[in-house]
Structure formats: structure tokens, C-alpha cells
């Protein structure tokens, strides 16, 4: 795709989301029953990522050559992924003790949404059980992520050690990656008019928790888009500056259409394929390195989730007027940068693995019923925060020497 039709499109899909934004507020009915042209261009995206995710990982780890050079790809990439989700979970906590946006709020309607109730009693060991994954095409069915991603590491490491007979194998997944790259491309035509309708849909759909967003909940909302904010345009510009010698607002630009699909679909996974697109034919970041890189951290680095949970963490902790001191408050800093890596790139993940964070203080699990009302609006905003962290991340291991030889 050329520079200029991606701009077009990148145009229409933030004009989309503005026609989607008034569609849904006053022509709500009308947008309800479009519903499905979004769910289309959704279902397009989630139906590649799948093989997108098996061929680019590959792709990635054999390219990388060996498996000495893989470990310290792995290391240097887990490390930049801890260092980035700290800063943000370190801006979460700072600002929600300085504008302490649950005090004084009453614990209004609480309640155990049904997507937690159901999947409390998971621990952080389950998570990590679920890594291996014991039957394969159900995990790539079921679309769970990181079980796969781990199958294809292994899988890609044992390619390179098998010499000739690996090289068609190789080849195949290559040829697999470009192809769905290509189709990629092809929706991302298609992308306008699925903004228009997703945002509309979910605007109408929401019409009464907007006032929410406006009245009780506004400080608390404001506090975690003041802290996205600041990760999304002070420290990760900064890291990307730093360590690329990139321009970060030219970066930022050309991942235009990757951050408006985040914002759209509430998901970094169903994201993923424009990520892709965005960072290798847009800012010209090594391939090998983004499509090592991005799976990995479509699943496992959120900064935006992890600042959203530490602040909603203790917000909730404020409303109930529990008083955490520092050492509950390292605890919150622990476990929400777990529980970040924990949640899947899909849409509520982050307010599910709550539990994680709550149960460690010690917190009711109603307090999620309190914030669930606009969970649907922060998630989108905290989703478009992971994959511009993603997109930084790609840039600066890139950047490591094991690619650049
Ligand atoms: N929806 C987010 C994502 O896909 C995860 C979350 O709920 O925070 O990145």
C-alpha cells in the first residue's frame, strides 16, 4: 500500500469514528442495526490472526539464526516489556494517591460482573500451566494466544537445528506470512467503514453510561487518561527517542491505523495484523524483529492495562475507604504487572485479571461492579496504550545487535 492511500484510509477511519461517534448518539437505532458490517471487519481481522501469529513467529525466531542469539532476543525484549510496564504502573499509583479520585464517592451499586465471577479462582499458576498448551488445534480453535506463541518458539528453534530438512518447512511459513500479510492489506480497505460501525454500535449500545462517565466515575475516568496520557506521549516518545534516534510524532503517525483498530475493537490481538503492516511497511522497522516481537507483545506487554489496574485498584480501595500504605501499595505494583501480562488482547481482559490485584489486598471483588459500567470506554483507551507499546518495543529491540548483523 502506498504512503498515500494509507493516509486516505487512515483519514477515513478517523472520520469514521467521529461519523460513528454521532451516528451512535443520535441516530442509535440506525447504528444498532449496522452492527454487523463492524463485526465483519472484526471477524476479517481475528480470522488471520491465528496463522499470523504461528507463521510470523516462526518466521521470526529462524531468521534470528540460532538459539544463543534467541535467549538474549527473549531476555532483552522481557526486560524492556518489565522496565515500560513499571513506568506506567509508577505513573498510575502516583497520580491516583495525588488526586485521589475515590474519595468521597459512595459504593454505589456494586457487583460481580458475570465474566469475573466466572473466571475467579484462577491463579497466577494457572496462567502459567496454560502456557503449554496439551492439545494445540484446541488452543489455536479456543484463539488462545500465548500457548501458541510458545508452541512456535519451540517449533521455530527446532527448524534451525535440523539443517536442510528444515529449509522447505522454513520456507513454507514464509511464504504463509507474506501471504497474509497481503491480506491484511486487503481489509485494511475495508477499515473505515468497520470503524463507523463498531464505534457506532458500541456508542449506542452505552448511550446511558456516558453520563457516568461525566458524573461519579469523571475523576476516577480523567485520572486514568491522565496517566495514559502521560506514558503514551512523555515516556514511551522518550524510550523510543532514546534508543532509535527515531522521531517519535513521524513513528506515532505512521501507526495511525494500527492505534485507531485498538481504539475500535478494544483489542491489541485482533489489532495485531495492522500493527504488522504499520510497523514494517510504514516506519520500515526490520521485519525480523516485529514479527518476533509484536506477537509476543500483543499478549504480554500492556502498560495501558497495567496502569488502569493499579488506578482502579485503588480507587476502588478509596470508595471502600480501606487505607493501603506502602507496602500494600508495592503489592498493587507487583501484581498489576502481572496481572497485565496475564490478560489476553482481548476486549475486559485486564478488568478480569482484577482479581488477581484485589484478592492480594485483600479487596472486595465488588468493587469491579462499580467501575463496569465504563470499563467498555477505558478498555479502548488503555488497548490503544498497549499497542503504541508494542509498536515503541518493536522499534527499540530492533535496534539490539542480534538484528543488527
Ligand atoms: N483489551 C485490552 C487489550 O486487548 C486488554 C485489557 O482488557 O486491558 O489490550
Known sequence: MTGKTGNIILAGMIIGAILGVFGGLYAGDFFLSIRFIGTLFLNA???????????SMIV??????????????TGKTLLYYFITTGFSVVIGIILVNILKPGEGVESFGAFVPDLVANSTGKSFIDVIVGLIPPNIIDAAAKGKVLPLIV???????????IGEKGKPVIQFFEGLNVAIM???????????????????????????????????????SF????GLIIHAVVILPLMLKLFTGRKPFRYFLNMGQALTTAFTTASSSATLPITMECIEEKNKVDERAASFVLPLGATINMDGTALYEAVAA???????GVELG????????????????????????????????????????EGIGLIWAIDWFLDRCRTTVNVWGDSVGAAVISETKEFKN
Not at 481481522?45 to 507463521?55: D, F, G, H, Q
Not at 507487583?334 to 481482559?349: D, N
Open 223 to 226: 485520572t486514568v487518561i491522565f
Open 151 to 161: 508452541f512456535s518458539l519451540l517449533f521455530g528453534t527446532v527448524l534451525t537445528t
Open 326 to 365: 506502602f507496602t500494600d501499595q508495592i503489592i498493587i505494583f507487583l501484581t498489576a504487572t502481572l496481572a497485565s501480562i496475564g490478560a489476553a488482547g482481548i476486549p475486559h481482559a485486564g478488568t478480569v485479571t482484577m482479581v488477581f490485584v484485589l484478592s492480594a489486598v485483600g479487596l472486595p471483588l
Open 45 to 55: 481481522l481475528k480470522m488471520i490472526v491465528v496463522p499470523l501469529i504461528v507463521a
Open 60 to 73: 521470526g525466531v529462524t531468521s534470528l539464526g540460532d538459539v544463543s542469539k534467541l535467549g538474549k532476543t
Open 314 to 320: 485503588l480507587f476502588i480501595a478509596q470508595i471502600y
Open 182 to 220: 497481503k491480506l491484511v492489506n486487503w481489509i485494511i480497505y475495508f477499515a473505515p467503514l468497520g470503524v463507523m460501525a463498531l464505534i457506532g454500535g458500541i456508542i449506542a449500545e452505552n448511550r446511558e453510561s456516558l453520563t457516568e462517565l461525566l458524573s461519579s466515575l469523571a475523576l476516577y
